[in-house]
Protein backbone atom coordinates (compact mmCIF):
# COMPACT_ATOMS: atom_id res chain seq x y z
CA UNK A 1 0.00 0.00 0.00
CA UNK A 2 2.58 2.30 0.71
CA UNK A 3 4.29 1.57 -2.67
CA UNK A 4 0.96 2.51 -4.45
CA UNK A 5 0.78 6.13 -2.24
CA UNK A 6 4.58 6.39 -3.27
CA UNK A 7 3.77 5.81 -7.04
CA UNK A 8 0.91 7.94 -7.16
CA UNK A 9 2.37 11.17 -5.19
CA UNK A 10 5.26 10.76 -8.08
CA UNK A 11 2.96 10.47 -10.93
CA UNK A 12 1.11 13.29 -9.88
CA UNK A 13 3.31 15.66 -9.21
CA UNK A 14 6.12 15.31 -11.63
CA UNK A 15 3.77 14.70 -14.57
CA UNK A 16 4.83 16.50 -17.73
CA UNK A 17 2.30 18.50 -20.06
CA UNK A 18 0.26 16.44 -21.82
CA UNK A 19 -1.61 17.81 -24.90
CA UNK A 20 -4.86 16.18 -25.25
CA UNK A 21 -7.51 17.09 -28.03
CA UNK A 22 -11.51 16.76 -26.80
CA UNK A 23 -13.15 16.34 -30.40
CA UNK A 24 -17.35 16.80 -30.71
CA UNK A 25 -17.80 12.96 -29.39
CA UNK A 26 -16.71 13.50 -25.83
CA UNK A 27 -19.83 16.04 -25.25
CA UNK A 28 -22.28 13.12 -27.23
CA UNK A 29 -20.76 10.31 -25.44
CA UNK A 30 -21.26 12.20 -21.84
CA UNK A 31 -25.29 13.03 -22.76
CA UNK A 32 -25.55 9.50 -23.46
CA UNK A 33 -23.81 9.04 -19.85
CA UNK A 34 -26.52 11.35 -18.36
CA UNK A 35 -29.21 10.10 -20.50
CA UNK A 36 -28.25 6.44 -18.91
CA UNK A 37 -28.25 7.39 -15.21
CA UNK A 38 -31.59 9.05 -15.56
CA UNK A 39 -33.10 6.16 -17.27
CA UNK A 40 -31.28 3.74 -14.29
CA UNK A 41 -32.55 5.91 -11.72
CA UNK A 42 -36.15 6.19 -13.33
CA UNK A 43 -36.44 2.99 -13.95
CA UNK A 44 -34.00 0.86 -12.39
CA UNK A 45 -33.96 1.74 -8.95
CA UNK A 46 -37.23 0.30 -8.18
CA UNK A 47 -35.98 -2.89 -9.41
CA UNK A 48 -32.80 -2.71 -6.55
CA UNK A 49 -35.34 -1.15 -3.55
CA UNK A 50 -37.42 -4.23 -4.34
CA UNK A 51 -34.70 -6.85 -4.44
CA UNK A 52 -33.19 -5.75 -1.08
CA UNK A 53 -36.50 -5.58 0.82
CA UNK A 54 -37.33 -9.00 -0.31
CA UNK A 55 -33.87 -9.88 1.10
CA UNK A 56 -34.49 -8.23 3.98
CA UNK A 57 -38.04 -9.79 4.56
CA UNK A 58 -36.30 -13.27 4.08
CA UNK A 59 -33.32 -12.80 6.53
CA UNK A 60 -35.56 -10.94 9.03
CA UNK A 61 -37.91 -14.09 8.56
CA UNK A 62 -35.00 -16.28 9.12
CA UNK A 63 -33.90 -14.82 12.45
CA UNK A 64 -37.37 -15.12 14.00
CA UNK A 65 -37.21 -18.72 13.35
CA UNK A 66 -34.21 -19.16 15.14
CA UNK A 67 -35.54 -17.63 18.27
Known sequence: MKILTIFLALTLFFSTT???YLDPGVGT???QVLA???LFVG??????????????KKFKGS???QQ
Open 18 to 20: VHA
Open 63 to 65: EDE
Open 36 to 38: GAA
Open 43 to 56: IGWRYIVRFFKRLA
Open 29 to 31: LLL
